[in-house]
Every structure is written in C-alpha cells, then in structure tokens.
C-alpha cells in the first residue's frame, strides 16, 4: 500500500470513536498496543508489500505513539471474541482536500476470514458519512491478490494500473494499481 505523506484539510482519525462491526472493533491506536502491532508487524509474510518492510521494536513503538498522538494515520482492529489486536486500517489524508487513503494489514493467523473487508468497510462509511469525504483511494501491487480483492469486495474501482512506478530500496521496481471509490458511489451500494 502507498502510504504517502498526507497533505489535505480532513484530520482523519483524530478523535476517532470506536466503531464495532458484526465481529470486531475498530478504534484509536493506544500507546501500549506496540507489542501486539510488532508481533504482526515482524512478519515477513505480512509486510512483503508494505513500503517499510518489518517493524523492529523501535519502529512498532514509535508507529503506535505517532498513531496514539495528534495525527494519527491508522485505526486498530480487535476481534469482539477474544479483544485480541489482529491488525490495523491504514486511514489519513490524501493530495486533494476531502480525500483520503485507506490500506488494510492483518496478522497471518487473522487472514481469510473477511476482517479487512469488515474493517474496511466500516472505516468508508466513517470517511462518507461522518467526514464528508468526496473520495477515498487505495493502492496495491498487482502481485498483492488478497489487497487489491478487499477493495474490489469493497467497491472500490481499479482506476489504474502504474507500470514500474514505485523504486524499492533493493533498485526493484514496483507496478502499482490505483482504487478509489466516490460519495455518491458509496450511496448509491
Ligand atoms: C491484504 C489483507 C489485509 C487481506 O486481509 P483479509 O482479512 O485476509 O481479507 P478478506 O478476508 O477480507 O478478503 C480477502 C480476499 O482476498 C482473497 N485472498 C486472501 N488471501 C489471498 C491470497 N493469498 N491469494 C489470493 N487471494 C487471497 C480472499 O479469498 C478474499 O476474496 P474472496 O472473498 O473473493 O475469496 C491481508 O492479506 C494482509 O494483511 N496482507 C499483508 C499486508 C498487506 O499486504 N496489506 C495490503 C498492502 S497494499
């Protein structure tokens, strides 16, 4: 997932009250969360194609104090059954104002059960109906097949496809597609 620096008017998640679904509950990012943001954050599995790579120690405690603090550019997901921290929505602002981006990364051993969709789905009616948002966009590599299902299952609408468009650290180049869905598409489903 691109996670581009943010610029836009919207704070997203700032003040974000919890949101629960049929299965889970969605809410600010705590302080004390780094350990089970690691766990999974640690995967090689997990961050193939996040931008970053894994998270030491270092990285998922100053990821959960950048997101416990005033600008806050992700969401945690607990399972209502067990309160367990399986994963997080990438959700901040995007280049253009009521616009913002939206990811989704979950524990390997919290994968294939329909969380993202669940999650994520709850957060765009959050950006609809609570923020006002004109658009939401998301991005993916074409190789990322669970990613870019979440936000066709969603709605969303391939945009676009960039070829070679992302440099990675090791000189690789990445492909990118491009989602997004519109207010009045988000009424209209
Ligand atoms: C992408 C991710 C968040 C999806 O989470 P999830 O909770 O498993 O997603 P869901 O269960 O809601 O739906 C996933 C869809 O993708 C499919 N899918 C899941 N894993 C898949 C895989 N490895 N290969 C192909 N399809 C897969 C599922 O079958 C489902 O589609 P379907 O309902 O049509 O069958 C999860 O795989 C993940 O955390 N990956 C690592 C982090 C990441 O890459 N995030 C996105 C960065 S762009």
């Excluded at 889970?24 to 090689?44: C, F, K, N, T």
Aim: aromatic letters at 10%; one cysteine or more.
């Amino acid at each position: 997932m691109g996670l581009r620096s943010s610029r836009g008017i919207l704070r997203g998640t700032v003040n974000f009250l919890p949101r629960e679904t049929s299965r889970l509950v969605l809410r600010a990012i705590e302080l004390g969360d780094w350990r089970a943001i690691h766990r999974y954050m640690s995967d090689p599995r997990v961050t193939t194609w996040l931008p970053d790579g894994v998270m030491n120690e270092e990285q998922a405690q100053a990821f959960a104090s950048k997101n416990a603090g005033e600008t806050p550019e992700a969401i945690a997901v607990l399972t209502k059954s067990t309160n367990q921290l399986v994963g997080h929505i990438v959700f901040h602002p995007w280049a253009q104002p009521r616009t913002h981006e939206i990811g989704w990364v979950f524990a390997g051993s919290h994968q294939r059960r329909g969380y993202a969709t669940e999650a994520a789905k709850s957060i765009l009616a959050y950006a609809f109906e609570t923020l006002r948002c004109h658009r939401i966009i998301a991005t993916c590599q074409p190789q990322n097949v669970a990613s870019w299902r979440v936000a066709e299952k969603l709605g969303m609408r391939r945009e676009g496809s960039f070829r070679q468009c992302i440099l990675r650290p090791t000189g690789e180049w990445w492909d990118e597609f491009f989602y997004s869905m519109l207010e009045e598409e988000h009424y209209l489903r």
